[in-house]
């Protein structure tokens, strides 16, 4: 199959690269010049473990092209998948579509033959039917169809996710546009991937839904932890003893400083506000928006309770900025509520991210940006893990505490077990488990 992705953000470059990886001909085609460039020369934009081997692979292999050129790549492809940005709109929290709709127009100009038009960044209810309307009015000789195909995967683990996905969802009632995309996806038919046909609209709502409930699940163990730490309870068991039930299942069930992220705090507020439009409120989601919120702001409060309720001409080390590990991504990140919160109270912050450093270094000021933990450790106060980065894993404690003035430690995302921390002398605070909480002080 030829396919033209539009796009080359975080899902159309994987996607690109994914497709070419399962042998179709993909040309990758985005408007921003040097980061076209970049590409050319093998420079991957983004971080994401494996991507820049995948993309070398396949362009080596005469399979993946990047270009600015949509009007040679569109007339050629069987499939064109657009994987522009779809960012909040600023003042009212709906989607912003101006991306998309800019593509299909420049799509409908440059069709010939059949084409599967193909909408793989998360779009509001209805948006397939008004690029229909975009591409038909401009061109009501066209054959074309405009199809559902929402994307599933996770900064971080995005390959993975993509080549073994749980399932595909294709949202189309018309028979040569499903052959299409059948073919498409026929090299994951190998290891039994369901794909879940059906018509436009519901696709388009199943990826809402998927993302609603992720941070709804999220969201009640983090509410559950703020019981275990008032009632003396543990909220990892807790996870562990609702999760096992398979209705429940075990994943997403972390509690933490609350999610982040390009999609879940977008595609929560862009389901509220469909939601309201259509007649149907959601007070569910509408409630995880403002719980999340809150929670994000209200994290650094438990810093400043951990050193005695004060932090004015403190240190505070950060470890971890990233809105979670294994990307370079700021976005949404509860570090960037936290660390501002925390020098507003008058704290000294130093910081180190394995990853993140360059894009948060635009979005905070005053922070001392560190090389290493045990440089970040050094003179601190306090510390605070805000992202569980694998090789926070494992601080020697014993250097820990000849670095730090006092070995006070606030893990926000439970990387250690209390009593370990306690043997060692560090006065540990985690998140919902009463042996280390933040009422029992
Ligand atoms: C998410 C969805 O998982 C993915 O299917 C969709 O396509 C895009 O949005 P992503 O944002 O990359 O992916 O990251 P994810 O791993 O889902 O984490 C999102 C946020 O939730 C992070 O801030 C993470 O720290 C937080 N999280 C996740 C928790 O706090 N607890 C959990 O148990 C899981």
Redesign the pocket.
Known sequence: MRVAMIGTGYVGLVSGACFADFGHDVACIDKDAGKIERLQRGEIPIFEPGLDALVAENVEAGRLSFSTDLSSAVPEADAVFIAVGTPSRRGDGFADLSYVYAAAEEIAAALDGYTVIVTKSTVPVGTGAEVEAIIRRARPDADFSVVSNP??????AAIEDFKRPDRVVVGTEDDRAREIMREIYRPLYLNETPIVFTNRMTSELIKYA??AF?ATK?TF?NEMADICERVGANVQEVARGIGLDRRIGG????A?P???????PKDTLALVKTAEKAGAPTRIVEAVVDVNDRRKKSMASRVIAACGGVVEGKTIAVLGLT??PNTDDMREAPSLDIIPALQKAGARVRAFDPAGMKEAAKLLDGVEFCKGVYETLDGADAVTIITEWDEFRAIDLERLKGLMRSPVMIDLRNIYRPAYMAAHGVKYHSIGRADSSFAAE
Do not use: M, V
Request: charged share 20%.
């Open positions: 994307e599933f995967l996770r900064e971080g998927a993302n992720l999220i163990i994943k997403f069930l972390h933490g609350g999610y982040g992220g390009s999609c879940f809105f979670k």
